[in-house]
């Protein structure tokens, strides 16, 4: 599937392009069906939130062949090369964000490039974010929110938080609801002022590519239905994080096969049928 012009134009100029209808209810449930078959003993890449509900499963694809099989759709990978203007992407991270009905938390307002530019080493902001919603999603259930046009301000001045010292800081403040790379409260406020506040809202099997420095964040789920989504970020083979050998971040938050990717041209009932693969 190629974007048209427009859709080009719409992300350069908002940092974000809503595509309704890129999935099927069929396709959705073959995924929904692989999520049921992961194993959720507690695991490094299981991230929970305080209750214990689990916030993101990083890395779904080591798991569930379903997973495997979306990140390589040619309906994602063409309108990523058309995006970055880039034949050759890899996938850098993947990720299901969950927020379950009464219960998921929040994400701060924040942009994603710091964590890779600072955490991973990654040069450029040559990437792009694909969030799948894997149900029909409202206002109420918690949803992105984007202030358009925000990519357009490089990177921010971080909020500083007091409990956050280099001896309490740890991998999971770039993973759960409480950001080491969040944004000062008034630059968010200059921005909204300006731009608004949109929603990435949408029917079942709806897609959202947005930009690694588009300020983002999302409130609670307190409403009846869950909000789950999968989180796709591809960048460009020419782009890749330093090696920075023990240091490195683990393999499942950021991916390191630096290998460009080929479409799966499979359906989704002829992988449904795969068992799970067991990850430690
Ligand atoms: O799942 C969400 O609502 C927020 C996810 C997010 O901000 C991110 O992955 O960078």
């Known amino acids: 599937m190629k ?47 305080e209750n214990g509900a689990i916030r993101s499963v990083f890395a779904p694809h080591h798991r569930i062949e379903a997973f495997d099989w ?16 880039d034949p050759s992407i890899y996938l850098y991270q993947y990720k299901l964000n969950n927020k379950k009905a009464f219960d998921g938390g929040i994400w701060e ?31 109420a259930q918690g949803p992105l929110m984007f202030i358009p046009k925000s990519h357009k301000t490089g990177i921010a001045e971080f909020q500083p938080k007091a409990h956050l010292t280099a001896d309490t800081i740890d991998l999971e403040n770039s993973l759960n609801g409480d950001l080491k790379f969040t944004v000062k409260n008034e630059i968010i406020k200059n921005m ?5 506040i949109q929603p990435g809202i949408g029917s079942i099997g709806t897609v959202i590519f947005f930009h690694p420095n588009v300020y983002h964040g ?25 090696d920075r050998k023990e240091k490195n971040r683990p393999d499942y938050i950021c991916l390191r096969d630096f290998n460009s990717i080929e479409a799966d041209q499979r ?3 002829e992988i449904a049928q795969s068992e799970p693969v067991s990850v430690s």
């Open 3 to 49: 974007l048209t012009t427009s859709q080009i134009n719409e992300y350069h100029e908002n940092g974000y392009l809503i595509v309704n209808g890129l999935f099927t209810e069929e396709e959705i449930q073959g995924l929904k069906d692989g999520i049921g078959k992961i194993d959720d003993r507690p695991m490094p890449s299981i991230i929970r939130e």
């Open 70 to 85: 979306l990140y390589k759709q040619e309906r994602l990978i063409t309108p990523t090369q058309q995006l970055l203007n």
């Open 109 to 139: 307002w924040h942009q994603d490039y710091p964590f890779w530019h600072i955490d991973d080493g990654v040069k450029e902001s040559q990437m792009l974010s694909v969030m799948l919603l894997l149900q029909d999603t409202d206002h």
């Open 192 to 196: 909204v002022d300006q731009a608004s």
């Open 218 to 242: 999302s409130n609670a789920n307190i409403s009846p239905y869950d909000r789950n989504t999968a989180i796709i970020t591809y960048n460009v083979t020419s782009n890749l994080p330093e």
């Open 267 to 269: 359906s989704i009932q």
